[in-house]
Every structure is written in C-alpha cells, then in structure tokens.
C-alpha cells in the first residue's frame, strides 16, 4: 500500500505539516538545509523505528521539544504512526487507533528502503549495511524470518552470556546445539533468498550499468565455512570463543560478496556507477518485496542529482517507470531531477524551505 497522507510533529526542523502524497511518485526540491532529507527521515522513521542519519532520537526530536510525531494513511484507509517521547525513551504505536507495543506490527504495514549520497560508502564499506540491507529484504519477503530472527537473537544472547561467564558443561551445550540448528534454518533461508537477489539482479543492471551486467557474481557468506558444520567449527574453536565471551561464527556473521571480473566492486567502479549498482540491487530488492505483495514498498532517494549525470538519469527514470513501488525523491533543484520527472503530471512535487513544505503545482 501506498502512503497517501503523512503527518509530522516537532520532527527535526520542519513545520508541523500533513502532506497529501502521489501513490508512485513524490518529489521534493529544496536548498540545502532547508529540510529534505528531514522528511525523507520521517518516513524512514515510520519504516525503521529509527533514523538513518543518527542513533540518538533526541537529534531527531526538535530543538526545545520532547518529542515527536510521525504518522501516515495508506491507500487502503489504515492509519499508522509513532510518537517518540525522548524524555521517557518510550515510542507509542498506533495502527487504526489501537496502541501496540512492539515495532514489528508497525513494520508490517510499510517497507522502506533509503539511497543516500553516504549509502554505497557504508554499503561497500562493512558487512553491517548489507546485513541491513539482505534482513530488511528477508523480513519482508520470507514470512517466517521476523520469529526466527527473534528466536535466534535470544539463543545467541543465551549462547553469549555463557561465554562471557565462563559457563561451560550441561547449559552451554545446550544453547550450542540451539544455536547450530536455528544457524542452519537461517542460513538456508538467506542462501534461497540471496538467489532470489541473483536472478534479479541482471535485469536491472542491464538497465542501470549494462557494460557490466555479465561479469558480476554475487557470493553468499554464511557466517562459518559452508564446508564445515557448524557444531565441528564451534567445537575447534570453544577455548577461542571463551576467550573473546561471544560467538565467532554463526548466522550473525554473514555476508555478501559483490565482484567484477572476480575483483571486488568497490575497487573498480567510480562513486556514480557505485550508486547505480545499489540502485540496481535496492530495485531488486524492492521487485522482490512487490512480488510477495503484502506491503508496496517505499524507496526514498535522498539528493538524487549527486553523482548521477545526466545518462545515468535516464537510466534511473526507466527503472522506477519498470517497479511497482511509491518513490520520494529529493534534489537541490529542479535542474536536478532533469529528465526524471515524467511528462504525464502523474507525481506531486513539494518545495521545501525553512521546514516549510509546500505543493508546487504542475
Ligand atoms: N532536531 C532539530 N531541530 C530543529 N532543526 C534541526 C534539528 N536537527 C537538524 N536541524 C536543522 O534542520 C535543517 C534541515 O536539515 P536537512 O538535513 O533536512 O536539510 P536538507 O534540505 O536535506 O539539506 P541538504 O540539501 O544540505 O542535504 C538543518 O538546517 C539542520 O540544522
């Protein structure tokens, strides 16, 4: 579903404001400072449970305020939001009036993805945003993976806390033999997932970087070697483990490899065709959250113009006219969005200035 209105209150700089939204395509054009990526961050909020620029939420909060509000309506009349108390560090959830208490249930009803000019530097820079990236794709396409995960990340805390007390014998045993199976089931649900990804991928590279679509291979790290099992693997290396107090190999520990020419890609492809290639995988991913059909993703793309010339554009603009999901898009001025901005009217465009988001009519 779409988000079609979106409320925010005392969110970073920007005015209190309800914004009636396109259901594919939303642009929002402004001078530096004056608020963009503030409202990407919003949605991102209602999407994440946090932000993507800070892990603090009192930077989020407005100056002198002690919290904030973000909520939306979908296309389906479901109301959604959050508010965030940073005095309390306590978020309320509400879906169609009724509170609820975990974040899950809020995550269920919209799937955001996020494109910063940052994002391929943290993306090839260490395996945690593409944990990110691969778990939000699981969370949303493979039903089962939100209670596995729960499921896992409890056992491996168990697991942890024997480690670092040095609790050996019956009850560590115990959350090993745990752990190697939910480690398994995990690693086979990415492994079916990352092919998903793979299968996926070549379509959208050979829009986006089609000189290099043939020669570039995705590997799946699993987390222990796939060679191995995983009960041997912790056995060989329990004095090890001991000594650091957590686990050293597991489902926590994946990741993905993406190569060129069997070179890494992050070594041969300039920063624009970087941001292509992410573009590449996040409409993948996005095809894959749309084919499940439980949510229609959101993708934010926060200052699209940096490092996209304008081919590079054109071949952005054929990918979102090819996806099924609804775009908010950010830009220093309208030069920037040049040709993305189709010529059908079929989007809402807002300015932003000084927080202030206004409707500009086409
Ligand atoms: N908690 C806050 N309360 C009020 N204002 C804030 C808060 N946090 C940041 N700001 C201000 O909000 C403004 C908007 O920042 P934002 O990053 O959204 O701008 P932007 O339009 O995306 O700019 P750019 O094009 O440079 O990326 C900045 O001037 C910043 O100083």
């Avoid at 050293?248 to 070179?263: H, I």
């Amino acid at each position: 579903m779409s988000i079609v209105k979106l409320t925010t209150n005392n969110f970073r700089n920007l005015d209190n404001a309800t914004l009636i939204l396109h259901p594919d395509l939303n642009f929002f054009i402004g001078e530096n400072g004056s608020g963009k990526s503030s409202l990407l961050e919003s949605i991102f909020f209602l999407g994440h449970g946090k932000s993507f620029r800070t892990s603090k939420t009192e930077n989020v909060v407005q100056f002198d305020q002690t919290n904030f509000v973000v909520s939306a309506l979908n296309c389906d009349n479901k109301r959604f939001g959050l508010l965030r108390d940073t005095r309390t560090g306590s978020t309320e959830i509400k879906i169609d009036g009724v509170k609820h208490s975990k974040f899950s249930e809020l995550a269920q009803n919209i799937a955001v993805q996020i494109i910063t000019p940052e994002s391929f530097k943290l993306f090839f820079g260490g395996p945690r945003e593409r944990r990110r990236f691969v778990d939000l794709g699981m969370f949303h396409v493979k039903h089962n993976f939100s209670e596995l995960w729960k499921e896992f990340t409890q056992i491996l805390k168990q697991r942890n806390a024997c480690l670092k007390r040095n609790i050996r014998g019956q009850q560590f045993d115990y959350w090993t033999e745990q752990f190697c199976f939910i480690c398994n089931t995990i690693a086979q649900l990415r492994y079916d997932y990352l092919n998903q990804i793979k299968n996926e991928l070549s379509k959208w590279l050979e829009i986006l970087l089609p000189d290099y679509t043939d020669d570039i291979t995705v590997s799946y790290l699993q987390g222990w070697n796939s060679k191995k099992d995983l009960l041997t693997i912790l056995k060989q290396n329990e004095e090890r483990e001991f000594e650091k107090g957590h686990s050293l190999f597991g489902a926590q520990r994946f990741d993905v490899r993406f190569q060129y020419k069997g070179l890494a890609v992050e070594n041969l492809l300039s920063r624009g065709q970087q941001k292509l290639f992410l573009l590449a995988l996040t409409f993948t991913q996005t095809k894959l959250i749309e084919q499940v059909k439980r949510v229609k993703p959101i993708l934010l793309i926060d200052d699209i113009g940096a490092e996209l010339d304008i081919h590079s554009r054109m071949a952005f603009y054929q990918s979102i006219s090819e996806v099924n999901c609804q775009i908010f898009i950010s830009a220093i001025d309208y030069q920037a969005l040049e040709p993305i901005i189709p010529s059908d009217n079929n989007y809402n465009m807002f300015h932003v200035k000084h927080g202030k988001i206004s409707a500009i009519s086409k």
